[in-house]
């Protein structure tokens, strides 16, 4: 890619190549954090392509700066940055969105990267042009969101009313992204809902948001209707997301919990989804049990362990230190 020119059929087989690496999370993270990709791809980025050839370079390279450490000033970055601010501020509204997961990539826990964004354009009128973006568009403001966070010395932080409206899109965004397959947005989505839970000021929100029973129904609903599709990419997002929120001890999720055991118990053996699957298990069970003690009810308890006697088929093949464990809860509690 470095040697070939920008105009060859070469380059375009070389990047459906890396797409399709990136599909496989241990040569992603090599692809990510061993090999650099990012001064290639900017070179590419700079010669005037058509709108449907740079976005296909700008989706493989969100996928590449994806948890990027960038630990000095890299001569690439300001001609990337450069070119990402101006297609946020611009007219090409499918340019807009991955642009700015680019540069939310790039920035976050980035300082160069923060510094040289800074010094590429008046920061607060950056600001006030991507605050009106994100209106009516779910995708941008988890986007947006995370960027006013990581620049919060300058934004002043996420106001509580920004974070209702997210916490409010979150479940709506992730069932758009299992549809379209679109793991990097749903990744996303998850990460920040982590990155606000860890957050003393604002995890409250997400605490006493009434309706994760209604919408944590709905994703359900939408993984057992196209289960026989299910990308898996997005199946380990979304398990991980159904940790995040079970870990909440909340007591009205208890219904839902046979019905997602049943669907989880399915996964136990798929490569790469089985470790998240038996993550969400342990965290229902551990959960289920801490509820049992305090509202002192069987009935859905009996329900799981009834699940679990007729469907832990699991392989004894299988003696990862997650399984064991597992299994030395469910022994326990029962």
């Known amino acids: 890619?470095?040697?070939?020119?920008?105009q060859s059929n070469l380059i375009w087989s070389a990047l459906g190549v890396l797409q399709e690496a990136c599909h496989n999370p241990e040569a992603r993270n090599a692809l990510i954090h061993t090999y650099k990709f990012g001064p290639v791809l900017t070179?590419?980025?700079?010669?005037?392509?058509?709108?449907?050839?740079?976005?296909?370079?700008?989706?493989?390279?969100?996928?590449?700066?994806?948890?990027?450490?960038?630990?000095?000033?890299?001569?690439?970055?300001?001609?990337?940055?450069?070119?990402?601010?101006?297609?946020?501020?611009?007219?090409?509204?499918?340019?807009?969105?991955?642009?700015?997961?680019?540069?939310?990539?790039?920035?976050?826990?980035?300082?160069?990267?923060?510094?040289?964004?800074?010094r590429a354009v008046d920061i607060k009128k950056f600001l006030k042009i991507i605050l009106k973006l994100q209106k009516n568009n779910d995708h941008l403001r988890v986007q947006?969101?995370?960027?006013?966070?990581?620049?919060?010395?300058?934004?002043?932080?996420?106001?509580?009313?920004?974070?209702n409206t997210y916490v409010r899109t979150t479940c709506p965004t992730l069932i758009e992204g299992?549809?379209?397959?679109?793991?990097?947005?749903?990744?996303?989505?998850?990460?920040?809902?982590k990155e606000i839970l860890d957050n003393a000021k604002v995890s409250h929100i997400l605490t006493s948001y009434p309706s994760y029973l209604t919408d944590l129904g709905g994703i359900i609903e939408i993984l057992q209707s196209e289960e026989s599709t299910m990308n898996t990419d997005c199946l380990?997002?979304?398990?991980?997301?159904f940790i995040c929120v079970i870990g909440l001890a909340k007591t009205d999720l208890e219904p839902l919990f046979p019905?997602?055991?049943?669907?989880?118990?399915?996964?136990?053996?798929?490569?790469?989804v089985s470790t998240t699957a038996l993550n969400l298990l342990t965290t229902i069970i551990t959960q289920l049990s801490t509820l049992h003690l305090q509202t002192n009810s069987n009935?859905?308890?009996?329900?799981v362990f009834e699940i679990l006697d007729k469907q832990l088929d699991v392989s004894l093949q299988n003696s990862s230190q997650i399984f064991n464990n597992f299994i030395q809860l469910l022994l326990s509690l029962k």
């Open 178 to 193: 299992l549809r379209n397959r679109n793991a990097s947005l749903m990744r996303h989505v998850v990460d920040f809902y």
């Open 43 to 118: 070179r590419l980025l700079s010669v005037q392509f058509t709108s449907e050839k740079r976005l296909r370079i700008l989706n493989l390279l969100q996928d590449l700066t994806y948890g990027i450490r960038i630990s000095w000033q890299e001569a690439h970055l300001p001609q990337l940055i450069s070119m990402l601010t101006k297609w946020i501020t611009g007219d090409d509204a499918e340019l807009i969105p991955v642009s700015v997961g680019i540069l939310v990539n790039l920035c976050y826990k980035n300082l160069p990267a923060v510094y040289t964004l800074m």
């Open 144 to 163: 947006i969101c995370k960027l006013l966070i990581i620049l919060e010395c300058v934004s002043g932080g996420v106001p509580d009313s920004e974070i």
């Open 236 to 241: 380990v997002i979304i398990f991980d997301f």
């Open 299 to 303: 009935n859905t308890a009996d329900s």
């Open 259 to 272: 019905q997602l055991l049943n669907f989880t118990l399915r996964w136990v053996r798929t490569d790469g």
């Open 1 to 6: 890619m470095v040697n070939v020119d920008a």
